[in-house]
Nanobody
């Protein structure tokens, strides 16, 4: 059973930084997709960064150059370093995980995820 627990959200002024963490367990250590998603009030949830077991990393255009996704495989913690935060980054942030098949050649950014954390709120004030 995949379990995901986010932490690190909070309130910050525009231009500031936050680092989100997601403690992950139960996912395949060899074939996986992990990602960060966010949902602002009144908007659909959307992907912002994904990382696959093949090392492929993708970012949404809105966060490229400002956010960095990384995985500490030894600790099973997925991170999202967020710099130069903007008010538009205000949202509930979720981590997600999905096991993939060996040899899978799809895109983690386009994958449908079935395992989600409970979310952590990020609020950026101007």
């Amino acid at each position: 059973q995949v379990r995901l627990l986010e932490s690190g959200g909070g309130s910050v002024q525009a231009g500031g930084s936050l680092r989100l963490s997601c403690a992950a367990s139960g996912y395949s250590r060899r074939n996986y997709c992990l990602g960060w998603f966010r949902q602002a009030p009144g908007k659909d949830r959307g992907g912002i960064a994904t990382i696959g077991s093949d090392g492929d990393i993708r970012y949404a255009d809105s966060v490229k150059g400002r956010f960095n996704i990384s995985l500490d495989a030894a600790k099973n913690i997925l991170y999202l370093q967020m710099n130069s935060l903007k008010p538009d980054d205000t949202a509930m942030y979720y981590c997600a995980a999905e096991n993939t098949r060996p040899g899978w050649a799809g895109s983690c950014a386009r994958l449908s995820y079935n395992n989600w954390g409970q979310g952590t709120q990020v609020t950026v004030s101007s």
